[in-house]
């Protein structure tokens, strides 16, 4: 089997996410994270911004611009969108002078179908990418949280995004065991909202839902602004932490069902390394208030979140571009290596 040439320093990793897509630059780290939201003139099907200035649209927009995320549950949706942000945050990513187009490492969720792969193969490759390989998240996110993967022990990591929750246990490089849920950041979101429309009859946006998401625990109470459902009118309650964590008691629980399943089908020898190391965080749901002391009381094994949580997928991808010779054997299957 002839030798992998090396990436070159035009080649980038990318945590393609449903909320937010991170680039890492061989040589220059993660050069990028923005919203993965793409803002398209309906009329005529192009794109006209990406990232925090198509997010910035989001319930702003005249009637002929539509704010489109092109993914949901950690796959691709909307493959024009897609294209289209791909497209550009590529070309951000390439520096000045560079003509040729870079190769990339693309993550997906480990729960993906062969379907699901092709169009993110083919989605990349049209955006401008030379080749691309394809690297499940919880793996991406195992190597850059730092953890031995190529060692003969287990090791467990729960990677909750946006989208989908991936969970793995990796032994000797490879996934000894995974589950993928597609409850995430996402559906805490959704919850938090319904619970607010439900009990207080007020509309809020998904970035509103999001932000009090984010300060659970923080404060005692949290103002929450939005339209009165009855009236049409704005209209201010203020949510208690224990309020919020009933909102999303369903969701964490889903979450920790997840979690439960890998352990499943994990290999009664790899209980112990397991047991010694503990499950690790990342992604932005580990920041959830709570959610470690939770997995603690449900599993019995010790929980540790990663140091920043929400680059390992990114850090991961970077690692192996810049170790690719001897990470080379983590990427998926031969079928999804590589797009001329």
Same mark, same amino acid.
């Given at each position: ?9 035009? /080649? ?9 897509? !991170? ?54 949706? /909307? ?27 693309? *993550? ?36 850059? %949280? ?6 003969? $022990? ?5 990677? &909750? ?20 849920? $597609? ?9 938090? %909202? ?26 005692? !109470? ?5 339209? /009165? ?9 203020? !949510? ?6 009933? %909102? ?24 112990? /390394? ?13 920041? !959830? ?6 997995? &603690? ?14 680059? *390992? ?5 970077? $690692? *192996? ?20």
């Amino acid at each position: 089997m002839a030798k992998s040439t090396p990436f070159s320093t035009r /080649d980038i990793g990318i945590d393609l996410g449903t909320a937010n897509t !991170l680039v890492y630059a061989r040589g220059r780290g993660v050069i990028l994270n923005e919203p993965s939201v793409v803002a398209i003139d309906s009329r005529t099907g192009e794109v006209l911004a990406v990232g925090h200035e198509a997010r910035e649209a989001v319930g702003r927009t005249p009637g002929s611009i539509v704010a489109t995320r092109p993914l949901k549950g950690g796959v691709i949706t /909307d493959f024009e969108a897609a294209e289209g942000m791909l497209r550009a945050f590529i070309r951000k990513a390439r520096r000045r002078g560079r003509v040729r187009a870079p190769r990339v490492i693309v *993550c997906v969720p480990s729960g993906v179908t062969g379907v699901e792969r092709r169009a993110v193969l083919q989605t990349a490759s049209r955006a401008g990418a030379k080749s691309v390989h394809l690297i499940e998240e919880p793996m991406a996110a195992a190597i850059g %949280a730092g953890l031995p993967v190529h060692e003969a $022990r287990g090791i467990m990591v729960v990677d &909750i995004g946006g989208g989908s929750t991936e969970i793995a246990i990796i032994s000797l490089g490879g996934m000894v065991a995974s589950h993928s849920a $597609r409850v995430a950041g996402d559906t805490l979101d959704t919850a938090i %909202a319904g619970y607010i429309e439900k009990q207080h009859a007020i509309a809020v946006g998904e970035r509103t839902a999001e932000e009090i998401k984010m300060v659970i625990g923080q404060e005692s !109470l949290i103002p929450v602004r939005g339209r /009165d459902k009855s009236t049409g009118m704005p209209k201010s309650v203020e !949510l208690s932490t224990e309020a919020v964590l009933e %909102a999303i008691e369903s969701p964490v629980q889903a979450i920790v069902d997840a979690v439960s399943t890998a352990f499943d089908a994990c290999p009664p020898e790899l209980y112990g /390394d397991i047991m010694e190391r503990g499950i690790v965080l990342t992604g932005g749901g580990a920041l !959830l208030h709570g959610l470690d002391q939770r997995l &603690i009381q449900e599993t019995g094994m010790p929980v540790i979140v990663a140091d920043a949580p929400l680059d *390992c997928v990114a850090l991961g991808t970077g $690692r *192996c571009l810049e170790e690719f010779d001897q990470l080379e054997t983590v990427f998926s299957s031969p079928a999804a290596a590589a797009v001329a």
